[in-house]
């Protein structure tokens, strides 16, 4: 039995397997043609944090599949507080085919995996979105036909979605390159982690300039993520010269590409007009969140 827990679980070959099989399903999508790989099958939805792309993505890859999705805030099922997460995913194995996790920690997806007898997929943690970091690497992929080579200069914050992201250009051979205020880079655990892809040597930088001189991809997300509340003016104001905008996107390669992850703060760390200009493959991204996941459940599930 295998799981989604993170980019680091997956091997080099079969990332680029899921990322052929998210371009069949999009194909086949647009085709009309539909699947019934998960027919019979339950995935229950298990949420402590608020969400609309993870669960509308989710929810309609498995209805797409010809399964059932079961969407189950946090605090109504007491994940973690009413019962040990072992009796939880005990429980849950005996009632549904798979797990979707959006959780608070990485501990809680790791401790379901353990304990389970089903599939569980990571669809946020705070160390992990690889949900979000197989479809970014689907759009580059469709934008380049290749990551392999490739240069995604994240400006933001060494968060999440970053450190996913870099796990995945690793694996597959792109380089990376992160442009951050000094104290918001990766953390050396995940550094060490990262060097067993043996991938490309991420590069770390605090001119956004200097980043994206050779970028292919530009990447940004939100300065203060959820859990940050009480950290946001600080970080207005350390990331303000971090923004990607037209003067930004200006030093990078004519043929760049913007992605964000979503739900993007216009005016903080992107602009309206790059956005929604010419560069942007930001709503393409999010529509290969769906082709991605579904890959990921035929994967788990067949």
């Keep these: 039995m295998r799981h989604f827990p993170n980019l680091m679980s997956v091997s080099p070959d079969d990332l ?3 990322l052929t099989e998210a371009a069949r399903l999009k194909r086949e999508r647009a085709d009309g043609v539909r699947s019934h790989t998960l027919d019979g099958k339950v995935v229950a939805l298990v949420f402590e944090k608020p969400s609309m792309r993870t669960r509308v993505s989710f929810e309609s890859a498995v209805s797409q599949l010809g399964g059932k999705a079961l969407f189950l805030p946090g605090n109504e099922v007491g994940l973690g507080w009413r019962e040990t997460l072992a009796d939880f995913s005990r429980t ?5 085919d798979c797990v979707v ?8 997806v790791d401790a379901m995996a353990e304990h389970g007898s089903i599939p569980v997929i990571n669809g946020l943690s ?9 479809a970014d690497l689907q759009t580059i992929t469709e934008r380049f036909g290749s990551v392999e080579g490739r240069t995604v200069a994240f400006v933001g914050d060494g968060n999440n979605v970053a450190m996913s992201l870099a796990v995945g250009c690793g694996k597959l051979g792109a380089n990376f390159v992160l442009a951050c205020p000094p104290g918001y880079s990766f953390d050396d655990a995940f550094l060490k982690n990262y ?5 490309p040597p991420i590069r ?4 956004p300039a200097a980043a994206v001189a050779n970028a292919d991809v530009i990447y940004t997300d939100v300065w203060t993520s959820m859990g940050q509340e009480a950290e946001r003016e600080e970080r207005l104001q350390k990331f303000a010269p971090f923004q990607v905008n037209a003067a930004l996107v200006a030093k990078a390669p004519r043929h760049a590409v913007v992605l964000h992850c979503l739900p993007a703060h216009r005016g903080e760390e992107i602009t309206d007009d790059v956005m929604d200009g010419p560069h942007s493959a930001v709503f393409d991204q999010a529509e290969n969140r769906l082709h991605a996941q579904k890959a ?4 788990l599930m067949r």
């Excluded at 705070?126 to 197989?134: E, G, M, T, V, Y």
């Excluded at 060097?195 to 991938?199: E, I, K, P, Q, V």
């Design 16 to 18: 680029r397997r899921l």
């Design 92 to 96: 849950m194995s005996r009632y549904v």
């Design 101 to 108: 996790l959006r959780v608070f920690r990485q501990a809680t």
């Design 126 to 134: 705070d160390r992990s979105h690889p949900c979000q970091a197989l």
């Design 195 to 199: 060097a067993t892809t043996n991938g």
């Design 204 to 207: 770390v930088l605090h001119d």
């Design 296 to 299: 990921v459940l035929e994967w």
